[in-house]
């Protein structure tokens, strides 16, 4: 049985070109590009909370990365290098391989290196380290927005939401939900260019981990602001031929309150909105305004039907202790 050293030489060394020094010394050696700053991302997901332990592991080493990688891209970070530290329970070459292949497939989708990290055996466990460099003020921060900003999420919430509680056997989604929504759920895709392009545009940003709602509230919370959010405004999601109100009630719920979809929602003045649609067009994203931020109390998100009626959800997104 191949040894802890041994298993990240043959998995995970890889050429490390815009590091000053790589894997293999006490530290990594990083030189951030002249008058950048440095921004620095954290995610930890662990067997049974962040994923199911029959996950396959080519999709969950995309998804290990690309989950920080979205944090860089809420910032409006140029994503530069990552570590890795995993625990798992016993050596499985098989999966590893598999592991190291998705994750380095992501890595060089969106060019960065990997220059360190760890192995212990535990509990099934992967902790990724992302940086990535910014032009001073120019972050992406939760605190910019004011009232009367437009808010706004790209792509379609919901989907990572429905696709697990398909896997889970809660719901049988109709075709073609199942590959989407799962697919959503297990190789999301890092909004990394929206990130960029909406630096000088965009007053707030966040990607959507725990809920449209529950990240929008943070926003409105650091902001010191509200949020009115309204049903008709939001992304439309593909229809199957047995959408019926079962179906539409839980697609409405995940859109708003799962997580798991790794989007990007940010806020920006109504002026901007022409800005805003020519990057969707750019980047063949679509963008969706979904509401505004409003003087009410700071945090607070409310949600208004068709017909300005206020629509209460018991649950607004996850918490890992609550």
């Known amino acids: 049985m191949a040894g802890e050293f041994a298993l990240i030489d043959k998995y995970f060394a890889r050429p490390t070109p815009s590091a000053v020094l790589g894997p293999g010394d006490d530290c990594a050696l990083l030189q951030p590009s002249p008058g950048k700053q440095l921004a620095v991302t954290t995610d930890m997901l662990v067997a049974g909370t962040h994923f199911l332990p029959d996950t396959d592991p ?13 944090d860089l891209a809420a910032m409006g970070a140029q994503p530069r290098w990552v570590t890795l530290a995993g625990a798992m329970p016993a050596v499985d070459e098989a999966w590893i391989a598999k592991f190291a292949e998705g994750f380095f497939a992501c890595a060089a989708e969106y060019c960065v290196d990997v220059v360190g990290g760890d192995t212990t055996r535990g509990p099934l466990n992967l902790c990724i380290t992302a940086l990535g460099e910014v032009e001073p003020g120019q972050a992406l921060r939760r605190d910019g927005a004011k ?25 049988k ?23 960029l392009a909406l630096n000088g545009i965009a007053s707030a940003a966040i990607d959507v981990s725990d ?26 999601l593909p229809k199957g031929d047995s959408y019926d109100a079962v ?3 839980m697609a409405l719920e995940c859109q708003l ?9 940010f806020t920006a003045p109504g002026p901007q909105s022409l800005a805003i649609s020519r990057i969707a067009a750019e980047l063949e994203l679509p963008l969706w305004c979904i509401g505004e ?5 700071a945090g607070e998100v ?14 607004k997104g996850f918490d890992h202790f609550a």
């Open 58 to 70: 080519r999709n969950l080493g995309w998804k290990a990365l690309a989950v920080n990688l979205s």
């Open 147 to 171: 009232p009367g900003d437009q808010i706004w999420v790209s792509g379609r919430p919901g989907l990572a939401s429905l696709g697990l509680a398909h896997l889970q056997g809660k719901i």
């Open 173 to 195: 989604l109709p075709e073609p939900w199942p590959r989407l929504c799962v697919g959503a759920l297990e190789k999301p895709r890092p909004r990394i260019a929206l990130g």
């Open 211 to 236: 809920g449209l709602l529950a990240d929008l509230g943070h926003i409105a919370e650091r902001s010191g602001c509200a949020a009115a959010v309204k049903l008709v405004q939001l992304p439309h």
């Open 247 to 249: 179906l539409r009630k």
């Open 257 to 265: 309150t799962g997580g798991d979809d790794y989007e990007l929602c």
């Open 293 to 297: 931020m409003t003087a009410g109390p």
């Open 302 to 315: 409310t949600v208004f039907d068709p017909d300005g009626k206020l629509v209460e959800f018991d649950c």
